[in-house]
Structure formats: structure tokens, C-alpha cells
């Protein structure tokens, strides 16, 4: 069964720390996998998109990193603002269909 | 990139009757589709909609209740007929960037509480 499972839930932060959420999939075929930001009362916004044959890729203080042996990818958030506070979404692509994570709740306080 | 409106922002709305949901892109594109998000959930793939030919629909969504139009490459719509309290749900509206980035655009969304 195609799956793709976020942890932690839930995650509360202080402003100026890192923090890294876990995505785990069983999807398959595999075409690319990507991490959108949603902001409470606002659409998902795409922060990185990974294919297959990249490990790491990085959009200012996010860094997501895939490996797809493991099928695993992690979204790791350098000093934290409180403008991270949000849902993070792991959405694994198959080329046909997309898959969407449950989401990490992230809450960065001051 | 592609800019996306919906309208209503939100809706209250009494059981029973139906609403429908506008999306409207600032650029001409083939394939539009509609989620629904369930409180505390993520999304839920709703339907596929391309201009000049019906809905494809996911399982577990059938037409009667969620009818899309699609009239042309820059808006469609999606009602939400025969309203019940768990049709509760924000309805985001997304269409696909540019294939060569395989990147995806999400509307606002749409925030609908039915009583």
C-alpha cells in the first residue's frame, strides 16, 4: 500500500533552534518527492522538490535530504523564526499520483 | 510561477444545500485539481479537471456530489452539493507549474463549515 508517514506530529520549538521532521514512504514507483510549508488558513507552498539521484537540496535555512534506498527523506530548519510555525507536508510523486504526508505541526516560540 | 484565487475565502453554510467553489489562474494551464482537507488531516486529492472534457475523480468521490466545471484553461469550479456537517473541509484548488521543474501551485483555499 502506497504510504508516506510524517513524524513528529507535532513539534514545539524555541525561536533561534534547529529542528529536523522525518518523512518515511512506501510508495511506488518513485518520480520525485517534495516538502511543502502550509501556513494555517493558507495553501501548501512548495519549499523543495527531489528526484531520485539528489541527496541533498537546500532553500535558504531548509535543507531536505532524500534517501531512496531507505525511502526516507528528512526537512531540517536552521535558527528558527517564528514565521516557521506552520504544517510541513511530505508529498511523494509517482509520476502519476501524488501522495500526501499527514503532517508536522511546527511551532516556534519566542 | 502561477498565481491562484478562490472564492468564497469562506463559507458558513446550513445543511442541506450546496455551494459552489471558484478557482480562478492568472495563466492558461491544461490540468487544474481540487483537494479537500479535513480538519487535522492532510490533503485529499478530490478530482482532476482538464478543459473540454468531464472530472476525473478519485475513489471514494462521485460526480452527483461534487460536480466541476472546467470552461476554460484559466477557471473551473467545484460544488459541494447536498451539504452535510462532515463536508466541513478547506477545498484547495492547484494546478501544475512548469513540467521541466515538475513543480505544483495551491490556491488559498477555501474554508467551509457547514451547520
Known amino acids: 500500500k502506497n504510504q508516506v508517514e510524517q513524524s513528529p506530529q507535532s513539534l514545539i520549538i524555541l525561536e533561534g533552534k534547529n529542528c529536523t521532521l522525518q518523512c518515511n514512504y512506501t510508495v511506488s514507483p518513485f518520480s520525485n518527492l517534495r516538502w511543502y510549508k502550509q501556513d494555517t488558513g493558507r495553501g501548501p507552498v512548495s519549499l523543495t522538490i527531489?528526484?531520485?539521484?539528489?541527496n541533498t537540496k537546500s532553500n535558504g535555512r531548509y535543507t531536505a535530504t532524500l534517501d531512496a534506498d531507505t525511502k526516507q527523506s528528512s526537512l531540517h530548519i536552521t535558527a528558527s523564526q517564528l514565521s516557521d510555525s506552520a504544517s510541513y507536508i511530505c508529498?511523494?510523486?509517482?509520476?502519476?499520483?501524488?501522495?500526501f504526508g499527514t503532517g508536522t505541526s511546527l511551532t516556534v516560540i519566542p | 510561477s502561477a498565481v491562484i484565487s478562490q472564492k468564497p475565502s469562506r463559507d458558513i453554510c446550513q445543511r442541506g444545500t450546496s455551494l459552489t467553489i471558484q478557482c480562478q489562474v492568472d495563466?492558461?494551464?491544461?490540468?487544474m485539481f481540487w483537494y479537500r482537507q479535513q480538519p487535522g488531516q492532510s490533503l485529499t486529492l478530490i478530482a482532476t479537471?482538464?478543459?473540454?472534457?468531464?472530472?476525473?475523480?478519485e475513489s471514494g468521490f462521485v460526480i452527483d456530489k461534487f460536480p466541476i466545471s472546467r470552461p476554460n484553461l484559466t477557471f473551473s469550479t467545484l460544488t459541494v452539493s447536498n451539504m452535510s456537517p462532515e463536508d466541513s473541509s478547506i477545498y484547495l484548488c492547484?494546478?501544475?507549474?512548469?513540467?521541466?521543474?515538475?513543480?505544483?501551485?495551491f490556491g488559498p483555499g477555501t474554508r467551509l463549515t457547514v451547520l
Open positions: 479537471a482538464n478543459q473540454g472534457s468531464e472530472a476525473t475523480y
Open positions: 492547484s494546478v501544475e507549474g512548469d513540467r521541466a521543474l515538475d513543480t505544483q501551485y
Open positions: 508529498v511523494v510523486n509517482t509520476g502519476n499520483q501524488f501522495y
Open positions: 495563466s492558461q494551464v491544461t490540468m
Open positions: 527531489m528526484t531520485f539521484s539528489e
